[in-house]
């Protein structure tokens, strides 16, 4: 004989289907969640590989300030001493955030950069990706400008994406200014910075 439905036995096969749902979803979540953050700490070591000069040694996670913006870095250490820092850097682009990691000498000289994340247009902005564009920023001495041609800078903006390239340009700017305040209080061989602003003027239109 057919069970009579009715509001209590909708409401109860209801909430154990839900039970079960969350039964599922939480054995799966337990077993991908160290597969992933393995995953995401390898792509964080090989981005930082990237940036940074080949045997060092890479310290843990540290933070650090300048002016207004947080910063997460890495320093690599060779013999005891500091030969690069590797900055997470991250500033608003066209589409949204964009992430880049920065690796930086002790001089100020740019070493390399590696973009994290990004929410640029396809084919537009998202060739700050490209080796054509990030080249650039590769071995950027510390009297060069990092900023576009446009303002007068050393960087050649991509085509038709003026915002993402200042944006770009903004991140690496940022990450080289908090390590000379780091090589300041480390070694006291900087001194004078000025305070980056913490996001580019994005009210002009792509150009």
């Known amino acids: 004989m057919a ?42 070591l090989n981005s930082i590989g990237m940036v940074v000069p080949e045997g060092g040694e890479i310290s843990e ?4 300030e300048f002016g207004s913006l947080s910063f997460e870095y890495y320093k690599s250490v060779a013999d005891s001493k500091t030969v690069a820092y590797a900055v997470k850097s991250t500033v608003i682009g066209f589409g949204g955030p964009l ?23 396809p084919g537009l902005g998202a060739k700050c990706t490209e080796e054509g564009f990030a080249s650039q920023f590769r071995g950027l001495a510390p009297e060069k400008k990092i900023s576009v041609t446009k303002d007068g800078g050393d960087i050649d903006a991509i085509t038709a994406s003026t915002i993402t390239s ?7 700017f ?4 908090l390590v000379k305040s780091l ?25």
């Open 166 to 172: 200042r944006a770009y340009s903004l991140a690496v």
């Open 3 to 44: 069970a009579k439905s009715s509001l209590k036995n909708m409401a109860l096969c209801l909430t154990l289907v839900c039970f079960f749902c969350a039964a599922v979803l939480g054995g799966v979540y337990a077993m991908t969640k160290a597969p992933i953050e393995d995953a995401k700490q390898q792509a964080l």
């Open 99 to 121: 992430e880049l990691m920065v690796g930086v000498l002790t001089d100020g000289t740019v070493y390399a950069t590696k973009v994290l994340s990004h929410s640029e247009t």
């Open 174 to 177: 940022n990450a080289v200014e």
């Open 61 to 64: 996670m540290m933070t650090g």
């Open 183 to 207: 090589q300041g209080e480390e070694l006291d061989a900087w001194s004078g910075a000025t305070p980056a602003s913490e996001n580019n003027e994005n009210k002009e239109e792509q150009k």
